[in-house]
T-cell receptor, first 113, second 113 residues
Framework: ETGVTQTPRHLVMGMTNKKSLKCEQHLGHNAMYWYKQSAKKPLELMFVYNFKEQTENNSVPSRFSPECPNSSHLFLHLHTLQPEDSALYLC????????????FGEGSRLTVL | RKEVEQDPGPFNVPEGATVAFNCTYSNSASQSFFWYRQDCRKEPKLLMSVYSSGNEDGRFTAQLNRASQYISLLIRDSKLSDSATYLCVPAAILTGGGNKLTFGTGTQLKVEL
């Protein structure tokens, strides 16, 4: 059972909708991440937060808006998405900068109609 | 040029076989290196770290050649349960904290009876 929980597991939304993905980690980690996984493509890093501060934005379009209220919670707010944004969105956490071991949630599968 | 290049496979091998995967990476600033494993429709999980001197974990051996920017994974005595996608992951530490892991597309392994 993963220490990183993501909700919802599945989400279908229209291009004009506004929705949010939620991630919670129960591991006491300091860093949290959003990754996007599309079919036939490698995992793409989107955002990194360390102690609630954003330390990386990998040129992500502004229609994706992250929020990290504390070290245990991470949100990804979605608005006016495009069909090509349909993908699996994976949240992860890590203890510190040195280990490189990320613990992933099971992902939120997003379909944009 | 892709940041991480891996042969996508699939590699179909019989149980008990030895199989090797290779990977090259382009970012010479990468500081840490890992192999992750991803089962079908599951989240990635850390398999092992990769050290310059080479390291072994049971049936798994990883090698790193920094000069050639090349990483390898050897699996001996393959088991059916080894069937998965193996992801090559170089990583850098972000200035503000957290890790920037760059994932390859992965190499798919199918172990057969």
């Amino acid at each position: 059972e993963t220490g990183v929980t993501q909700t919802p597991r599945h989400l279908v939304m229209g291009m004009t909708n506004k929705k949010s993905l939620k991630c919670e980690q129960h591991l006491g980690h300091n860093a949290m991440y959003w990754y996007k996984q599309s079919a036939k493509k490698p995992l793409e890093l989107m955002f990194v937060y360390n102690f609630k501060e954003q330390t990386e934005n990998n040129s992500v379009p502004s229609r994706f808006s992250p929020e990290c209220p504390n070290s245990s919670h991470l949100f990804l707010h979605l608005h006016t998405l495009q069909p090509e944004d349909s993908a699996l969105y994976l949240c992860a956490s890590s203890q510190d900068a040195g280990t490189g071991e990320l613990f992933f949630g099971e992902g939120s599968r997003l379909t944009v109609l | 040029r892709k940041e991480v290049e891996q042969d996508p496979g699939p590699f179909n091998v019989p149980e008990g076989a030895t199989v090797a995967f290779n990977c090259t990476y382009s970012n010479s600033a990468s500081q840490s290196f890992f192999w992750y494993r991803q089962d079908c429709r599951k989240e990635p999980k850390l398999l092992m770290s990769v050290y310059s001197s080479g390291n072994e974990d049971g049936r798994f051996t990883a090698q790193l050649n920094r000069a050639s920017q090349y990483i390898s994974l050897l699996i001996r005595d393959s088991k059916l349960s080894d069937s998965a996608t193996y992801l090559c992951v170089p990583a850098a530490i972000l200035t503000g904290g957290g890790n920037k892991l760059t994932f390859g597309t992965g190499t798919q392994l199918k172990v057969e009876l």
